[in-house]
């Protein structure tokens, strides 16, 4: 259906997986929303990485930096990550 088509697109995960997504997604409320909110802005972040660092961009330790930030929200995370110089 439509919605596993969009998911599937926005994620780029195979239909079998993206519709177990929705299915799932669709009893928990506001989750999937949220989970793309916070995929869009972690890979908004690794775009602004490979901008500023061209070729020399590597992305496992972008996400070790990312995560090492804990338990935050992304907001702060970008922050962290914008003031060390790693985006």
Known sequence: DASTEFYAGATGFVEPRA????????????????????SNIIRDMEHQGRRKHGDSFNRPDFLEALMKEGMVPLSYARRSLEHKGII
Do not use: I, P
Request: glycine content about 20%; proline content about 0%; aromatic content about 16%.
């Open 19 to 38: 519709r177990g997504d929705v299915e799932l997604f669709s009893a928990l409320g506001t989750y999937g929303a949220l989970y793309l909110v916070g």
